[in-house]
């Protein structure tokens, strides 16, 4: 292990698309959690060319009207190894800008950064949405997506015509700071003295031939620039998709939610990486970083009750060996003597159920009961509140009956591939146990690093538990091999993506650069290439998006109601990220609540059946459309107007000039029963 620890955070960041050349910063706070000093709560983005100003209601479009991009902003630290194996790292470390001089005496001259973005879902195999990440259990693999094109998954034909590869940019303050993911400009990399180095024989991939764009051309998956600092900024694309033309010279259509075959759009991944430059010549590298390009945040400051964050920490708890004395990854078993922080480990929990209410269409004895939830606080007796014995929890380690048991259990969500309902994670779930029993500690618990609380919070803010297959990412944040399993040893520190190394001098144009990748359960740790995550994601992402709103619990099992209630009850899907029911800003009068309307919602959305409310009937609309969604926002990001309890939609786009009647119901509804 080097004497020198440098680190990119977050670990994984999240770029969101949007339609407009402007953008605003990803999230540095986490979602729905109170700030310190500010009564607005975590989850907004930051302005950009500010250090952490929320943004408000003017910073959502520009003045056009499009909606602007969300960057991903990295960070570079250095860390002295005094005790890294430890999480949290007691070593608090020193951000990496430019000028800054280190403790040995050398001046920071330059940060080269080298990302590298792909899209490899038609190259990829298609999502089961019954079985999830089983559906590569016993070295099995699901079909092919786009199977009419010849080859097995590895096949250089298939990945040169269904693979997007612009190749690496490269960037940096003091050589060149921007550079765009499209075919035209040349890919660039770091070489080992941090100098900016063309590739002139990498074979860049993009769509070809005449194809369909129903919304812009797709010809770029974004770009990188620096700050002032030397921090990174990342931009994806502006959400555009291409569809070939069939034998009659139509556009193939979107026959599904997940797996349109000849269809692509503009998402995409890959590694990060930064080398250091020092006056005196010298350079370090840190450990690399991952960056996501993914679906807009339409409800930022709305809390899942299962983040990505929550699959990911649990993952590291219980397989990973990341916190002994909570979890002894011999016996499989929790400390009992483990003592929880309150507000960061048992209330967020109970803050999303709250939350919650701003995106559904809830009861008001519901919301009440939510609001019960949210008003616990570290003081009370726990036996003495609406929550007492978690009776109201779903327990993951249950009996499957219970698990698939919907009132008065909660979350009211439907669950993961092959389950009804979701469930909390299992560290979430011995965190409310601990509470329940009355041990746990005030407070927040171990103090977290500035990079440690970036990792915690850019995936606080994304949606976890229900992955069929999701929005940000999918199952796979659940598999350890994807990480740097040797986290203490080598200095890299938890919660970081294990990126494959790439030796851009071998680079071919006649071949593709990048391969199939890694899939679960292949027995395969080496490493994950550019695209290797945002693959096992819907194609293109907003048919998956416009239709996972409300269904019924047997969505995921194949038809069959497994629960012991009504088969028809509709539940929501992905309430906090894809909002369903929302209040609208603008009809709030003297802070009095209108009717709420459906998210999505004008001509073309009208359903019959109420399971098909809040969506675009015709999924080619949701292609076109999607940017025109509001956004909900706490009322301190609208205005002094407004009070700061309430969350509201703002600069919708939808024309509510000509609505049909499609009344919101609230819960519990049922879909149209099937015509006898």
């Known amino acids: 292990m080097s004497s020198k620890l440098f680190r990119i955070h977050p670990t994984i960041n999240f770029a969101r698309i949007g339609t407009s050349d402007e953008y605003y910063l990803s999230p540095e706070t986490s979602a729905g959690l109170p700030q310190k000093e500010t009564n607005t709560t975590g989850g907004l983005p930051i302005k950009a060319g500010t250090e952490n100003t929320p943004i408000d209601i003017h910073d959502l479009r520009d003045k056009d009207g499009n909606l602007k991009r969300q960057a991903a902003r990295f960070r570079l630290y250095y860390y002295e190894p005094a005790d890294i194996s430890v999480y949290p790292c007691p070593e608090k470390p020193v951000e990496i800008v430019k000028g800054i001089q280190l403790a040995d005496g050398r001046i920071v001259k330059d940060i080269v950064w080298t990302v590298h973005l792909a899209n490899k879902k038609s190259a990829a195999y298609n999502v089961v949405p019954l079985v999830g990440i089983n559906a590569y259990q016993d070295g099995k693999v699901p079909q092919l997506r786009n199977p009419q094109v010849y080859g097995d998954v590895n096949s250089p034909a298939r990945l040169s015509s269904l693979m997007i590869d612009p190749g690496p940019r490269a960037v940096s303050i003091g050589q060149q700071n921007s550079s765009d993911f499209n075919g035209v400009s040349k890919p660039t990399y770091a070489n080992n003295k941090g100098v900016i180095t063309p590739i002139d024989n990498y074979p860049q991939h993009f769509p070809k031939g005449q194809l369909f764009y129903p919304a812009g051309k797709l010809e770029s998956l974004g770009s990188v620039q620096t700050d002032e600092q030397g921090r990174l900024l990342v931009l994806a694309g502006k959400g555009c998709t291409a569809a070939q033309y069939d034998e009659y010279g139509d556009p193939v259509p979107l026959t599904g939610d997940l797996n349109n075959a000849s269809w692509f759009d503009d998402t995409s991944d890959g590694p990060v990486s930064a080398t250091i430059v020092f006056e005196d010549g010298s350079t370090e590298t840190a450990f690399n970083a991952w960056v996501v390009c993914c679906d807009p945040a339409y409800a930022p400051q709305i809390r899942n009750v299962v983040s990505i964050w929550d699959d990911v920490y649990d993952t590291w708890v219980r397989e990973m060996n990341l916190q002994p004395d909570l979890f002894n990854t011999k016996t499989g078993i929790f400390n009992p003597a483990y003592l929880p922080a309150f507000e960061t480990m048992v209330r967020p929990v109970f803050r999303a159920a709250l939350l919650q209410r701003w995106t559904v269409n809830l009861p008001k004895m519901a919301v009440r009961a939510h609001e019960a939830v949210d008003a616990i606080t570290a003081k009370d007796n726990p036996d003495r509140t609406i929550m007492a014995g978690l009776n109201f929890v779903r327990n993951p380690n249950a009996t499957p009956t219970e698990v698939n048991t919907g009132v008065p259990l909660m979350p009211l969500s439907v669950g993961d591939a092959g389950t009804s309902f979701l469930t909390v994670s299992k560290t979430q779930y011995f965190f409310l146990e601990q509470w329940s029993k009355k041990k746990y500690i005030e407070g927040n618990g171990p103090e977290l690093g500035p990079g440690e609380t970036l990792d915690m919070a850019s995936l606080s803010n994304c949606l976890g538990g229900r992955y069929v297959p999701g929005i940000e990412m999918s199952y796979v944040v659940r598999c350890p091999e994807i990480y740097h399993q040797d986290w203490k ?12 190394a790439l030796d851009y001098d071998k680079a071919v144009a006649t071949a593709p650069f990048l391969s199939a990748g890694w899939f679960p359960m292949q027995n395969n740790a080496s490493g994950l290439e ?3 995550l945002s693959k096992f994601m819907a194609i293109p992402w907003q048919t998956d998006y416009n239709s996972c709103s409300i269904h019924q619990p ?10 012991n209630g009504n088969g028809t009850t509709l539940y929501w ?23 709420q309307k459906w998210a999505i919602r004008g001509p ?5 059946d109420p399971k098909s409310a809040s969506t675009f009937q015709k999924a080619l609309q949701a292609v076109t459309d999607w940017h025109k969604l509001g956004i909900v926002i706490q009322g301190t990001a609208i205005g002094d107007d407004y009070d700061p309890e309430y969350y509201l939609e703002v600069q919708n786009q939808f024309d509510d000039s000509l609505i049909s009647d499609n009344p919101i119901l609230q819960w519990p509804f049922n879909t149209n029963p099937p015509k006898l």
């Open 489 to 500: 040893q080598t200095g890299a520190g938890p919660f970081r993506v294990k990126a494959i």
């Open 530 to 532: 550019p695209g290797d």
């Open 573 to 595: 899907s992905w309430p906090a990220q894809r909002p369903d029911a929302v209040y609208v800003a603008d009809e709030v009068v003297d802070n009095v609540l209108p009717h």
């Open 604 to 608: 073309g959305t009208y359903a019959l």
């Open 554 to 563: 047997s969505i995921n099992t194949g038809g069959v109601n497994m629960t």
